[in-house]
């Protein structure tokens, strides 16, 4: 059972830039939210090509 402030999902393919936790823990704290969520692309290792992600969280 986890426990803490906000809980974070890294899978074990993913690639993230080493200070995200921390950015989003400030903005988390800074804009009072309840969940953080992330801009995702995909990655295709034959090409090392990134492309964006279609399912992500897009503002309204």
């Known amino acids: 059972m986890a426990r803490g402030e906000y809980l974070s999902f890294l899978d074990s393919d993913d690639f993230f830039e080493e200070n995200m936790l921390e950015l989003a823990y400030t903005k988390a704290k800074e804009d009072d939210a309840d969940i953080v969520v992330f801009k995702a ?20």
């Open 41 to 60: 692309d995909l990655y295709w290792n034959d090409s090392d090509y990134f492309e964006s992600a279609p399912w992500y969280c897009k503002k309204s």
